[in-house]
């Protein structure tokens, strides 16, 4: 398991951008998949988007796709989340999470990823 923490939430207007980051510790991101979720009062966790060890590759869920931009450092070994065009429908708590999966089915999954961060808000008004 990795320690994660997030930074970089707040609030913005409609139309405006916010760039996350999930810093890593206790594991290599070269050897490890960071996944970005978020959770909306009253509703289920939703996969945002991940960026897999395996290759670099770069997963989006469909209501972020040209949006969001998931890249990753590994010097600093930190994922970013750059969001820009933000809806109010993207308010919610996000959280990044570190995994093994690299699959297509296993980086949308919650369940295939063994460490989380604590969240960081990001309030989009219209």
């Known amino acids: 398991q990795a320690q994660l923490e997030e930074s970089g939430g707040g609030s913005v207007q409609t139309g405006g951008s916010l760039r996350l980051s999930c810093a890593a510790s206790?594991?290599?991101?070269?050897?490890?998949?960071l996944g970005w979720f978020r959770q909306a009062p009253g509703k289920d966790r939703e996969f945002i988007a991940a960026?897999?060890?395996?290759?670099?590759?770069?997963f989006y869920a469909d209501s972020v796709k040209g949006r969001f931009t998931v890249s990753r450092d590994i010097a600093t070994n930190t994922v970013y989340l750059q969001m820009n065009d933000l809806k109010p429908e993207d308010t919610a708590i996000y959280y990044c999470?570190?995994?093994?999966?690299?699959?297509?089915?296993?980086?949308?999954?919650?369940?295939?990823?063994?460490?989380w961060g604590r969240g960081t808000q990001v309030t989009v008004s219209s």
């Open positions: 999470a570190g995994g093994l999966g690299h699959t297509t089915i296993t980086v949308k999954a919650p369940k295939a990823y063994d460490s």
């Open positions: 960026f897999s060890w395996r290759g670099g590759s770069t």
């Open positions: 206790g594991r290599t991101l070269s050897t490890y998949t």
